[in-house]
């Protein structure tokens, strides 16, 4: 979990969220001291984490965007190695900042 500035916005992120228990303490998390006006948080990509997050952003008046986690490296033919994996995850988040 981590808060930062970024062009003049506040930014929480949270990177568990597979389950209830995770996501309990991603809100608990986000509804501490200083408001934000991003949040970056996994969820599954439906079930109870997902219900959770709705409601959080309903319950701030916040528009959720939801960005797909690749599967690039899982859906080849040959193991990926490392260098790979980093490059494919520092492009996810490259994205998620271009948002901002």
């Not at 079930?47 to 899982?74: M, N, Q």
Request: hydrophobic share 40%; proline share 1%.
């Amino acid at each position: 979990m981590a808060v930062f500035a970024l062009n003049d916005k506040t930014i929480k992120i949270t990177s568990w969220g597979d389950n209830s228990e995770e996501m309990k303490r991603n809100l608990q998390f986000l509804n501490e001291e200083n408001e934000c006006d991003i949040v970056y948080s996994a969820t599954r990509s439906y079930g109870a984490t997902t219900d959770a997050l709705f409601s959080f952003a309903e319950a701030h008046c916040a528009v959720l965007i939801w960005v797909a986690k690749s599967y690039y490296a899982h859906n080849t033919t040959i193991k990926p190695i490392t260098v790979q994996y980093n490059t494919m995850n520092n492009l996810e988040v490259q994205f998620m900042f271009n948002l901002v």
